[in-house]
């Protein structure tokens, strides 16, 4: 069975302050992992991805990731928020299933404040 | 465009009267999924179908049903709701297939309450 834990339910931030929150994650085989964004009153938004290439992976708006095998962690950083990150943050572990389809679960979210 | 449609956006109803989200996808996904979300607990799973006519339960069944009777459309339906489906709802689509590298496209979410 897999999981996810997010770590922080509330991260604050200064704007131009680097971004840093924190996932960890436990599956039975080699996941496939996801950041996705929920902006205020809108849908989930796919930030970035890992699917067992670069450990390092970059996403939309300066995001980036680093899955950590050892550290069964895939934490989401960003070098300077903007006032426009304010959102919530969902880290996604996706396994497969017996049938050969894969399945998601979400981690509880993280909202991000970012502050002038 | 490539989406996922949800229908209605925003609806308010009343307990045990029947209800229908409707979610249609134009990516020609094997895949959908029906999520809810409420606060601290991220989001859940109702049901999942793998393809037409395939449907399975996810983590939190109770209360709902599905149909896949043609690949696009993953309607979502509520015999007899009650107040503690008051959530917001998302449809997910995705190719499936054997791989667990596929990325999901969400619906934009349908705010329901049950009063």
């Known amino acids: 069975a897999q999981s996810v834990t997010q770590l922080d339910s509330h991260v604050s931030v200064s704007e131009g302050t680097p971004v840093l929150l924190r996932c960890n994650y436990s599956?039975?085989?080699?996941?496939?992992l996801f950041w996705y964004v929920q902006h205020p009153n809108k849908g989930l938004q796919l930030l970035l991805k890992?699917?067992?290439?670069?450990?390092l992976v970059k996403g939309i708006n300066g995001f980036e990731a680093e899955f950590k095998k050892s550290e069964t962690s895939f934490h989401l950083t960003k070098p300077s928020a903007h006032m426009s990150d304010a959102a919530e943050y969902f880290c996604?572990?996706?396994?497969?299933?017996?049938?050969?389809?894969?399945?998601?679960?979400f981690g509880k979210g993280t909202m991000l404040l970012v502050s002038p | 465009e490539a989406q996922v449609t949800q229908n209605p956006r925003y609806l308010i109803t009343v307990t045990g009267k029947k209800l229908t989200v409707t979610c249609s996808q134009n990516?020609?996904?094997?895949?959908m999924s029906w999520y809810r979300q409420d606060p601290g607990l991220g989001l859940r799973q109702i049901y999942y179908?793998?393809?037409?006519?395939?449907?399975d339960k996810g983590d939190v069944p109770e209360g709902y049903k599905v149909s896949r009777k043609e690949k696009r459309n993953f309607p979502l339906i509520l015999e007899s709701p009650s107040p503690n489906q008051t959530s917001l709802y998302f449809c997910?689509?995705?190719?499936?297939?054997?791989?667990?590298?596929?990325?999901?496209?969400f619906g934009s979410g349908t705010r329901l309450t049950v009063v």
């Open positions: 997910a689509s995705s190719l499936g297939g054997t791989g667990s590298n596929y990325g999901y496209t």
């Open positions: 599956s039975s085989y080699s996941p496939s």
């Open positions: 890992y699917t067992s290439a670069a450990t």
């Open positions: 996604v572990v996706s396994d497969r299933m017996n049938s050969g389809y894969s399945t998601l679960t």
């Open positions: 990516m020609n996904h094997e895949y």
């Open positions: 179908s793998m393809n037409v006519e395939v449907t």
